[in-house]
């Protein structure tokens, strides 16, 4: 009868002891988003660590540690957060999604771009993975110079890849490089001749051109037909009333 009672008094001890801490881990959490608020960035941070200590297999909470280090231009406890992650079996993809999130959430989108290149530093054999995820936050930003930089990396081991090749020409495009851009877009149709994106930004620039061309676009036929070129196959994979404006003032102006 007494070992039952020791038991019962083992279970009770338990689950107190397991209220208290889910308690306190959120009470961590509460004092950490109100640092974050009147952005005390270093006390946040000391929250976001005891709530590490108390589960440290939680990815969202390692983020919110490695962004608010950031802002305290801790690199080395940035690092050491990211080799804790590792050895608790936790996704790199995860903890970076996460970092992405949260950084984006407080207005301080710069905090992921720096632990990315941080990261790919410190670990270079996981820098493909790296220049994955800067390419596409520099696209989302439009940061041309380093869309062009970056995507040039990723292009060096896969000539091919269309996506890169599109966010290079993309980015010559912004940089008023087009020249360089024409090359990158018909790379991506010596791969994909039916690109729809290629195929658009090549007519759209190719109107430009001819349209610029004011008074003197009898000159200009062999761009007004490049253009009129590249927009009809983009029009029939995908039919636009834009673009089928566009083609009917090109062809109106033939000869």
């Given amino acids: 009868m007494m070992r039952y009672f ?34 005390e960035w270093n006390s946040a941070n000391a929250m976001y660590m005891l709530m590490i200590d108390q589960r440290p297999n939680v990815p969202k909470t390692y983020s919110r540690a490695i962004v608010t280090s950031g802002l ?54 996981i820098g493909r993975n790296i220049n994955m995820r800067l390419l596409r936050f520099y696209n989302f ?50 791969v994909e001749p039916h690109n729809y994106d290629a195929l658009l930004a090549l007519g759209n620039y190719y109107y430009v051109e001819w349209k610029n061309a004011e008074g003197t676009r009898s000159q200009f036929a062999s761009v007004r037909d490049l253009a009129l070129k590249y927009l009809e196959h983009a029009n029939t994979l995908r039919p636009t009333p834009f673009v089928s404006t566009v083609i009917g003032v090109l062809e109106g102006n033939k000869p």
């Fill in 6 to 39: 020791y038991l019962l008094i083992f279970v009770l001890v338990s689950c107190v002891g397991n209220v208290f801490a889910q308690e306190n881990y959120a009470r961590l959490g509460a004092r950490a988003a109100r640092c974050m608020q009147f952005q």
């Fill in 141 to 190: 930003r439009n940061d041309a110079p380093n869309m062009v930089a970056v995507g040039k990396e990723l292009l060096a081991a896969t000539p091919h890849d269309v996506n890169y090749l599109l966010t290079v020409g993309r980015g010559y495009m912004l940089q008023g490089d087009y020249e360089n851009a024409v090359k990158e877009y018909n790379k991506v149709l010596a």
């Fill in 72 to 125: 305290l231009s801790d690199d080395k406890t940035q690092v050491g957060l990211l080799e804790m992650t590792q050895k608790q079996g936790i996704s790199l993809d995860s903890i970076f999604a996460e970092v992405n999130k949260f950084a984006y959430e407080i207005g301080e989108s710069q905090e992921y771009e720096q632990f990315l290149k941080l990261v790919k530093q410190r670990q270079p054999w």
